[in-house]
């Protein structure tokens, strides 16, 4: 199993213990870039389904364009808030 492989249904930021969504939670997935597959946990913001567009948002990622401490931007897709699109790699 290859890395991207290993990586798609797990959530961001959890422990590597606890990766999987909970059946009590709202998530996004995350497409394109470095963190494509993974799933990001938007239960307490903006942009869940049936609410107002979510915010953009710069996750820190060891594996984007500037490595360790590097963040990758990903916003909320128009009129689909189940769904966050890469837009790119800030340091």
């Known amino acids: 199993m290859d890395e991207q492989e290993f ?3 797990r959530v961001y930021g959890a422990d590597h213990d606890d ?3 909970r059946p009590d939670h709202t998530y996004a997935q995350l497409v ?3 963190l494509d597959g993974l ?3 938007i239960t307490d913001r903006p942009g ?3 609410r107002a567009p979510g915010e953009p948002v710069a996750l820190v990622t060891e ?3 500037y490595g360790p401490g590097g963040r990758s931007l990903y916003a909320p897709r128009p009129h689909d808030g189940t ?3 890469w837009h790119g790699d800030t340091p």
């Open 83 to 85: 769904r966050y699109d």
């Open 39 to 41: 799933l990001l946990d």
């Open 32 to 34: 394109g870039g470095p």
């Open 7 to 9: 990586m798609r249904g």
């Open 19 to 21: 990766a999987g969504p």
């Open 63 to 65: 594996i984007g364009r």
């Open 48 to 50: 869940r389904p049936g």
